[in-house]
């Protein structure tokens, strides 16, 4: 079987960033607001009024300081509270579709490739714009790439599961190359009325290109050493949103379809799953935990990264060892540990061992280990 390898990496990050300060003053307007309209039934003990948000409990609390997103006025929107998308004809390619080939393009150009290298593209990520035709099917014809292509969704472990896919049609031969591309536009799901979540998510969109390690050409190639994925059933984090919401008797509140989550919980359960995964995996390979370069783990929460560096490690992991991109990103769902991979992989050197691990609701999870080959 083929030894297969990651050649190219691609980001699209949206033009605008939204910081907390702004993002808590429209929240905090909004209390304001309903919190004037409802003054007579909380002053009859008959309402609770709502609590205002602040950018010193985000900080502290997840890490994330700002997030890009698709579009700003919309969510600043104190009447609105979410992005304004143009509702686009069927002959036009997609949003999503079109972050996904800035992010591919980029990708096949790093890996010195072109869409006639490929055979494959899997769209691999927690929201898709549509049920059909696949969010893949659309990239792959605008990239011009022949072959197939297939949308999964695993929720922010979608990047790691859609790399086994790929690693594995590539090592069996079913495939030249395959592009991995995950599109997250998280500010559509995000209740930005909700104190507990509205500063988690952001968006933006990834790409990597799985071929073969003989004959790979890119900027720098690290082989793939071994990839491994896990789920547990958890209702910890839900989104309800789905086909059969306008069927459903009695219809769900407006918020019952978007992302909830119980964040304290998640953080108790994800960090023990993930560390054990990390370790078992890399010691199934024969490989020291101490060794490794590099993690580029999930990012939604810092603390929560810092002490899977420290469970895997059995020390503090140091900023260089497991980068931090949810501070200008946010958790931007399965783009998040490819985003950390994308900005810090070019000081590693041949040689170096480095682990993309990807978590999130399911529970799912996923690591992939790697050698840096050039
Ligand atoms: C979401 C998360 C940042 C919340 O942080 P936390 O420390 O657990 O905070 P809690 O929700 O327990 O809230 C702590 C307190 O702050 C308050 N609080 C919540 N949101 C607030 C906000 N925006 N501003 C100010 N205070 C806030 C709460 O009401 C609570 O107050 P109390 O102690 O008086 O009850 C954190 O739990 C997390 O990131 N978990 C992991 C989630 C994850 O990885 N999800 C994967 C998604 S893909």
Redesign the pocket.
């Known amino acids: 079987m083929k030894k297969v390898a990651i050649t190219g990496s691609g980001l699209f990050t949206p033009d605008e960033s939204i910081s907390n300060d702004e993002l808590v003053a429209s929240f905090n307007a909004h209390v304001e607001r309903h919190n004037r309209q409802n003054a007579a039934a909380v002053a009859a003990g008959t309402a609770e009024p709502l609590?205002p948000?602040?950018s010193e409990?985000?900080v502290k609390?997840?890490g994330i300081k700002a997030r890009y997103v698709v579009d700003k006025s919309g969510i600043l929107d104190v009447d609105r509270m979410r992005p304004r998308v143009r509702t686009r004809g069927n002959d036009e390619p997609s949003l999503m579709c079109e972050m996904g080939l800035a992010a591919a393009n980029e990708a096949l150009r790093r890996a010195g490739r072109s869409a006639a290298d490929v055979d494959g593209v899997i769209v691999a990520c927690s929201n898709m714009q549509r049920p059909y035709p696949a969010m893949a099917v659309e990239l792959q014809h605008y990239l011009g790439v022949r072959g197939y292509g297939y949308d999964m969704n695993v929720?922010?472990a979608s990047a790691a599961f859609g790399i086994q896919a790929a690693a594995d049609a590539v090592r069996q031969g079913s495939a030249r190359a395959v592009l991995v591309v995950s599109p997250e536009i998280c500010s559509g799901h995000l209740n930005f009325r909700n104190?507990?979540?509205?500063?988690?998510f952001g968006d933006a969109c990834t790409a990597v290109l799985v071929e073969a390690l003989d004959g790979a050409r890119g900027e720098a190639v690290f082989e793939v050493l071994g990839t491994r994925l896990q789920t547990q059933f958890s209702n910890n984090?839900r989104n309800n949103f789905g086909f059969l919401n306008p069927a459903e008797v009695p219809p769900r509140a407006w918020d019952d379809v978007l992302f909830a989550?119980e964040?304290?919980k998640?953080?108790k359960e994800?960090v023990p799953l993930v560390s054990e995964m990390i370790v078992n995996h890399l010691a199934d390979l024969g490989i020291q935990a101490g060794s490794v370069k590099r993690f580029w783990l999930h990012q939604?929460?810092l603390a929560?990264n810092q002490l899977i560096g420290k469970r895997v490690l059995g020390r503090e992991a140091t900023p260089q060892e497991s980068p931090t991109i949810l501070d200008e990103y946010a958790?931007t769902?399965s783009a998040g540990s490819v985003i950390a991979f994308h900005k810090h992989h070019r000081d590693l050197a041949a040689g170096d061992v480095a682990v993309l691990c990807a978590f999130?609701?399911g529970y799912s999870a996923g690591s992939v280990v790697m050698r840096k080959a050039n």
């Open positions: 609590q948000s602040s409990f985000i609390a997840s929720a922010c104190r507990d979540c509205h500063f988690i984090i989550q964040g304290r998640v953080f994800v939604a929460n929560m958790n769902s999130g609701a």
